[in-house]
Nanobody, 116 residues
Framework: QVQLVESGGGSVRSGGSLRLSCSASGSIFRQNTMAWHRQAPGKQRELVAS???????TYADAVKGRFTISRTNAGNTIYLQMNNLKPEDTAVYYC??????????WGQGTQGTVAS
């Protein structure tokens, strides 16, 4: 089993910034991918950004140039720096970890709210 704990959500005004953190513990494979997803009210959960153990990153088109995903050298903590936030970024943000190509584990989610 893997446990994920997120922190850092909050409320900001449009144009502001938030930084999310996610720490993983438990049975973590050497090869894994961690990611941030979000789910806005009435919408499906979507991938925001991902990062592999060796630092390969992907971003959703909607956040490119505004969000940055990073990972500690030890590899079990990731961050999401969110700049120039827009009201449409309002969502519950979830952290995930996928061990190899098998199981995916999820955090409990943290709310990010952007007021116009």
């Amino acid at each position: 089993q893997v446990q994920l704990v997120e922190s850092g959500g909050g409320s900001v005004r449009s144009g502001g910034s938030l930084r999310l953190s996610c720490s993983a513990s438990g049975s973590i494979f050497r090869q894994n991918t961690m990611a941030w997803h979000r789910q806005a009210p009435g919408k499906q959960r979507e991938l925001v950004a991902s990062i592999t153990r060796v630092g390969m990153r992907t971003y959703a088109d909607a956040v490119k140039g505004r969000f940055t995903i990073s990972r500690t050298n030890a590899g079990n903590t990731i961050y999401l720096q969110m700049n120039n936030l827009k009201p449409e970024d309002t969502a519950v943000y979830y952290c995930s970890l996928t061990n190899g190509e098998s199981s995916t584990y999820w955090g409990q989610g943290t709310q990010g709210t952007v007021a116009s």
